[in-house]
């Protein structure tokens, strides 16, 4: 490549099924040959080309209508990740118990740079619903997992993302950076988070840590209940009695 000449619209052979593998997202699951070029940039010829190799492979499978869709080899690589896999097989039956004493909402995440990811999510018979869903991602100041998961993560990770433009989704939401830091401050002393309806209206959530051999936060147990239908405290103690039944599954 000649000195000062841009890069290829393309990029490495890495890089572009990368970028189309990106194209898929939780608003669009499944699309078209041409949907897939449009959102990923790649040109068509391209596209074409890197489908047949991933669909031949397992990483996308294409429907009778032409669709394309992320295939299951990527699901059963993305389960060997080492901080889902132990943790989520050593974490059920807990979160399984404490679904079936309240009949709520029950998660488990981990952080990943500025945003959590769940990694395990048990849905109540008749719970609230909730935006969240395993192996997506969320905000970090927000949920009952998120800000547990921020008060306990690096300075640098807290300041990135205090200092940056903070998601309101709810007339409840906190968006100030010092209220948000005033509260971190109060889930490092209480060992709790509570987030009451900023995320959804409808919505109260209850989060605790889990901790590693050494100590540090490693994720987050929450309970999501119906605003209104408990009072926080009240969910409290059994939530913490999750996060520590895993914290020993973990370390013992």
Do not use: K
């Amino acid at each position: 490549m000649s000195p000062g000449r841009a890069p290829g619209p393309t990029g490495s052979v890495l890089g572009r099924a990368l970028r189309l593998l990106d194209a898929f997202t939780v608003q669009r699951p499944a699309m078209t040959l041409s949907g897939l070029a449009r959102h990923s940039g790649l040109p068509l010829s391209t596209v074409h080309r890197m489908l047949g190799e991933l669909v031949a492979w397992g990483g996308v499978e294409r429907d009778e209508d032409g669709y394309y869709r992320v295939g299951l080899r990527l699901w059963e690589l993305g389960a060997l990740a080492p901080r889902s896999q132990g943790l989520r097989e050593r974490a059920l039956p807990f979160l399984e118990d404490l679904s079936q004493v309240t009949r709520e909402n029950v998660q488990l995440a981990v952080r990943e740079g500025t945003e959590v990811v769940y990694i395990e999510r048990i849905a109540g018979s008749s719970a609230v619903q909730v935006l969240t869903r395993v192996g997506g991602r969320f905000a970090l100041t927000a949920t009952g997992v998120g800000l547990v998961l921020l008060a306990h993560a690096p300075a640098e990770v807290q300041d990135d993302v205090l200092s940056g433009p903070i998601q309101r989704f709810t007339e409840c939401t906190i968006t100030d950076p010092q209220a948000l830091r005033r509260m971190l401050a109060d889930i490092r002393t209480n060992g709790f988070a509570i987030s009451d309806r900023q995320v959804t209206s409808d919505a109260l959530s209850v989060g605790a840590p889990v901790h590693d051999q050494h100590g540090q936060v490693i994720a987050a147990v929450s309970l999501v209940v119906r605003h209104g239908s408990a009072t926080p405290h009240a969910l409290v103690p059994l939530v913490r009695t999750s996060s520590r039944a895993i914290t020993r599954a973990l370390t013992h």
